[in-house]
């Protein structure tokens, strides 16, 4: 049997307002790479539902999959 990753959606929600809490609160913006998750889209509709200001990617396919997010 192969490893299996399991993520829990709701603490990746919660640690991620955690951060934005953290980063906006000292004035700055808050630029999220997406480079771990392969576009995952529900994580990345947690991202696009968040207080960030950016998102970030390395691979054209998966920015291409964020067409029409919130985010720039």
Known sequence: MYPR???DLKKV???LDR???MVKGSG???M???KGYSADMEIFKILDG???DYLADSR???LKKYEGAKKE
């Open 5 to 7: 990753l399991v993520i």
């Open 32 to 34: 999220i790479v997406t």
């Open 60 to 62: 054209i396919q998966n």
């Open 50 to 52: 968040s207080d960030i």
């Open 28 to 30: 700055s913006s808050l």
């Open 19 to 21: 951060i934005t809490e």
């Open 13 to 15: 929600k919660n640690n």
